[in-house]
């Protein structure tokens, strides 16, 4: 394995004829290009950083600002009413050269200062929130609040193309309502779900929680809206997502699938080649920050927080809490197939390996004939069943030797795949076919997704695709984003060959791929059996239907002047009367993005 030769590469011995030094050239051309890599990142990253903190302004403005100064100082002019002969006079002894110094300092502070006033005056009006509430549609008028709001986000948005992270500083933080407001709000939100007196006793309730303890509570929230860039996100992590004790799987896991009319490639290899290359580039593209923030309406930029933790990131079990682990870096893939763990390393020769070198590889591992070790095969239902019980095994059979470096292989990868041994299709005429569809990435077997890692990709047999993701990391939203670029580069920008394979030809021969070994032992193996026992009568329990709706779509629900979510979400409602004779308490999250590090 690559690390076992990095450990090696360079060594030297003193004998009795002197000094033997011995290397191994390749591997430390490997070292050299990883070392590289690294600092081409960290370069970026700083270069980002300047330009997003800067935003809406540029180095370039700054630059074109500060030669005007000094310029105009030279030729005699001074915009600065006389500041620079001050500075300059503190200076050096009011020299010439300490003159342009003293100039190039207020023109810097100029641009300073605009650029500063810009994004606070940004962040006052991304407070404003009337647009919401305009009338849409053929002849409706926007009022002169919002007009003035959209003429002054125009102005000091600047023209630059926005970075992914170049609103992040702009962004206002998650106003904290008075006690009233929340009560208000909350009776509101109640009344049409209950008859007089259930209503009568809910305000009773409420006014008893306002004299009682909602001040103290709200002391706290104060405090903590003083302390923390947002009072809500680390909580509703913690407590929504890393506290729970039951399994992930089903309960906390989502997914997605593929585009059930598009087939372009029925090769298994093949299609995970173009799917890992075009995740890759995404990645790529978050590294770089070429992905222009998700604008409402291309005017309002919603929070981008999330985007950091999609890659190299995984769910890490505790005995009381779980915690999420985010790596700045990873070069490889952990991969499942046939019972078995492998660890692909995705970059050669300095750079990304493209997918007709990636087909290469996964095909090996498709055709390996070898039988999985010893409790292998179900390893990863402990990540499907109680959280206590992974981490108490995790602690016990995974914290050194060999299955701690398989583990982390794992845990440290981009992302985890997983070569599934069967056909998923979609037939109109008979819906069983994509209710297994949907169940397949749900859950899979219970013990072929890595329910931990950010993101586990599924491929079928017939090159047919999926994912399965952890919720504690980002919201659905954000894996819809990934999946959604990937999808369009699979097949718009990569493309498949006339026969199903990869276009390109492999300019040299790929590394293959290491197969993780494990040492179980017996009372490890029971461990697995038990975590999937609960996760087989999890799975058993689920019943799923998918329904393709193709009656109408978005724009009717338009038309009738309401959202699409909220149209669902009434049906959903109406549903569920007409089938129980009553309505519910129903949880629907709302999307608190426009505000910083939300969710």
């Not at 490997?30 to 700083?46: D, H, M």
């Not at 299609?271 to 890759?280: C, D, E, K, P, T």
């Not at 402990?382 to 019980?389: D, F, I, N, Q």
């Not at 569920?576 to 629907?588: M, S, V």
Request: hydrophobic share 40%; aromatic share 12%; charged share 25%.
């Amino acid at each position: 394995m690559a690390e076992a030769h990095q450990a090696v590469a360079f060594s030297f011995a003193v004998t009795h004829e002197g000094v033997a030094v011995d290397f191994d050239r390749e591997v430390l051309k490997l070292i050299f290009n990883s070392g590289v890599r690294s600092w081409k990142k960290r370069i970026a990253r700083l270069k980002n950083g300047i330009s997003n903190g800067v935003f809406p302004g540029s180095i370039t403005g700054l630059m074109v600002i500060d030669s005007a100064f000094v310029g105009a100082y030279i030729h005699g002019y001074d915009p600065s009413f006389g500041l620079v002969d001050k500075i300059a006079s503190q200076l050096a002894g009011n020299t010439k050269e300490g003159k342009l110094i003293a100039a190039s300092a207020v023109g810097f502070g100029c641009w300073a200062t605009v650029i500063i006033s810009a994004r606070q005056l940004l962040k006052l009006l991304f407070h404003y929130k009337g647009w919401m509430y305009e009338e849409r549609g053929a002849g409706r008028k926007v009022s002169l609040p919002t007009k003035l709001w959209l003429l002054g986000l125009k102005i000091f948005s600047g023209y630059r193309r926005p970075m992914l992270y170049s609103f992040q500083g702009s962004l206002p933080h998650l106003p904290l309502p008075s006690i009233d407001e929340t009560l208000t709000r909350y009776l509101r939100s109640v009344r049409p779900l209950m008859d007089d007196d259930e209503y009568h006793r809910m305000e009773r309730l409420a006014r008893e929680f306002r004299n009682g303890i909602a001040k103290k509570l709200q002391r706290y929230l104060i405090l903590k809206r003083m302390w923390s860039t947002n009072y809500v996100s680390d909580w509703w992590e913690e407590y929504v997502y890393l506290r729970g004790r039951s399994p992930i799987m089903v309960n906390s896991n989502f997914y997605g699938i593929d585009a059930i009319l598009r087939h372009p490639s029925s090769i298994q290899a093949t299609r995970a080649a173009n799917i890992v290359y075009s995740a890759m580039m995404f990645r790529r593209s978050l590294e770089r920050q070429e992905i222009q923030p998700i604008m409402v309406q291309n005017i309002v930029p919603l929070c981008s927080s999330q985007y950091e933790r999609i890659f190299n990131t995984t769910r890490i079990p505790g005995l009381e809490t779980d915690k999420i682990v985010h790596l700045p870096d990873s070069t490889h893939i952990a991969v499942f197939c046939n019972g078995k763990f492998w660890k692909v390393t995705l970059y050669h020769k300095g750079r990304l390996m493209k997918p007709a070198e990636l087909e290469i590889v996964f095909q090996k591992i498709l055709d390996d004939t070898s039988a999985p070790e010893k409790g292998e095969e179900k390893l990863a239902a402990l990540t499907a069943g109680e959280r206590t019980t992974w981490a108490r095994a995790r602690q016990q059979f995974f914290s050194k030797g060999m299955n701690k470096i398989s583990l982390d292989a794992i845990e440290k990868a981009a992302f985890f795949l997983s070569f599934d041994d069967e056909d998923y299709n979609y037939d109109p005429k008979d819906h069983s076919k994509l209710d297994h569809y949907g169940r397949v990435f749900l859950h899979g077997k219970g013990y072929d997704r890595w329910f931990d890692k950010s993101f586990t990709i599924c491929i079928g047999k017939n090159g047919k695709i999926g994912f399965n993701a952890e919720h504690s990391w980002a919201d659905a939203p954000i894996m819809g984003h990934v999946w959604e670029h990937t999808l369009a580069e699979d097949v718009l920008s990569l493309g498949y060959k006339s026969d199903g394979h990869c276009i390109g030809i492999p300019e040299f021969d790929p590394p293959s791929a290491s197969k993780l070994r494990w040492e179980l032992p017996d009372e490890c193996i029971q461990v697995i059996e038990k975590s999937n026992k609960v996760a087989q009568a999890l799975l058993n329990d689920v019943d799923l239907r998918l329904y393709v709706h193709d009656g109408y779509g978005k724009g009717l629900m338009k038309k009738f002047r309401v959202s699409p979510d909220a149209y669902i979400q009434m049906a959903l409602q109406l549903a569920y009367y007409r089938d129980a004779g009553k309505f519910n308490l129903t949880y629907e999250a709302s999307m608190t993005r426009l505000f910083k590090e939300d969710r």
